[in-house]
């Protein structure tokens, strides 16, 4: 069974003035427009709806406007938020390739309904719930059901057993090779999990009754051609829009391409946008590197979130869908590369965390110094974490994969099983260096725990969650991201820091060789940023240059406080001077007349 949108159902209501001015009334005292809606069972947008307008209803109460307004329909709250995670159940039993049929889809929804029912304790005593036909019919076709598949569907083993000669036969005809040949895959990764038997993981479920960091799932879309030489970027798909350990990056410059759905979910959209905007630039670029025609074999599992139409988007890529029911034996990528993937994962973390304790960052025990590593273990973390195990992943890890299917692709490469089994045991020695009990056994658990169905209790969990992080978007007053401006000082700073921590290194290691090499590694590893600093220094000097050859020329007077300028001495009316005093001298006397002073006229 499958979904192919995830409209949910929206109540139809139409409220009476009684009903309005109880949400005033309540907005007035203080409550939340989503603590109204909880209240009253109608939903937030219908709150907001009637808050806005408030001094409209109240005219309407004062012009006597008629209240017998009645409710169209209006639905059971309960029913709808039971609704809401049946959607979920679905679409991750969907995920999982798992078939449904209306009577387990009947049987699963009075389970959910019940469960519910018994949590909301008292205020929901009153409620009833009949999973009847006539509900299923109407809850598949809100929800547009594509078809339910009967008790007995399953993987589809004559499909699995002729695909892969249909599949050679496509290959042939269309002359593709290896490396024109791709496969991707949507999984699940629980980012922040912990093994089950270690300290970690018992202290999360026992101190945390809600919601808990090890149920956070994000999806990746991992992807790859069959010759292994060209790993695509993972397509990240997470609940939050603008996670807060995110928000001095620009996402565009992150190692994956990172989306948001309010279930981190793949949809059809995300995925009809990931083809065009990043697959068919990135193949058409690497078959010009490679010299290679472009035509591109792309295998998809044949789920809703794969659209049919990808078809028809670009000659150049033909998409072939992997039979229903079958993908879990014919899709190459699942075959083994995405779970060598999660053992890098795991591994990875276990050797940050070994450097954590290292570096003496955190006083206390071993124990301690783990919980300080694994409290502060954000998203950010875990996509450069996601960055650096897709790198681990081998070719011939990829190309090993492709056996099942393909057999002649898969010539004279290895299998995966080897390098899985490597990664685990190095996973395990680094977990006991850390004092947790972990062994072979906990990794595959681990391991398989990203690929089973979720339980009834992680499902309301999930949706609990989601609307929390949808009340939390809604919020005023949100600060969007801002990027953090790399200045020229802090640049020149930390490059700075760089040459002295490898000059340092020289200093105290007598091993010549090994310091030179480290040193080395340091200078290359910030040459980038030497590049940008050299840039905005040789930019600043250029325009300190220019600035002092024009400090050559002579510059015109600049006039003064006290200086009227042109135009106000022009339109200022010339006031006349006083006129000069005279002076007379004695018509006897023989001397010279004395230094005139200014103001004096001597006759």
Known sequence: MALTCSSERKSRTSLTLNQKLEMIKLSEEGMSKAEIGRKLGLLRQTVSQVVNAKEKFLKEMQSATPMNTRVIRKQNSLIADMEKVLVVWIRDQTSHNIPLSQSLIQAKALMLFNSMKAERGEGAAEEKFEASRGWFMRFKERCHFCKVRGEAAGADAEAATSYPDDLARIIHEGGYTAQQIFSVDETALYWKKMPSRTFLAREEKASSPGFQPSKDRLTLLLGANAAGDLKLKPMLVYHSENPAALKNYAKATLPVLYRWHARARMTAHLFTSWFSEYFKPAVETYCSEKKIPFKILLLVDNTPVHPGALKELYSEIDVVFIPADTAS???????????????????????????????????GSGQSQLKTFWKGFSILDAIKNIRDSWDEVRASTITGVWKTLIPTLADGFGG???????????????????????????????????????????????????????????????????????????????????????????????????SYTAGRMLSNSVACYRKILHGRKSQSARQRSLLSYFKKFPQPPQPSATTPLLSEQLLTPKQESPPAKRLRLPEDSDDEPEKAKPGLVVL
């Open 329 to 363: 034996a014919l899709q190459p990528t699942g075959q083994g590369v995405t779970s060598t993937f999660k053992s890098y994962y795991l591994r990875n973390i276990f050797r940050k965390a070994v450097a954590a304790a290292d570096s003496g960052s955190s006083d």
């Open 416 to 514: 995966s099983r080897a390098s899985s089994e490597e990664v685990t045991a190095e996973a395990v020695e680094l977990a006991r260096e850390l004092g947790l009990e972990v062994g072979p056994e906990d990794v595959t658990e681990w391991l398989q725990s990203h690929a089973r169905s979720l339980t009834d209790e992680e499902l309301l969990l999930v949706d609990e969650q989601r609307k929390r992080f949808l009340e939390m978007e809604a919020a005023p007053g949100e600060e969007d991201a801002t990027i953090v401006d790399m200045t020229t000082r802090d640049l020149e700073y930390y490059v700075n820091l760089v040459d002295e921590a490898a000059a340092g290194l020289e200093r105290i290691d007598p091993n010549f060789e090994r």
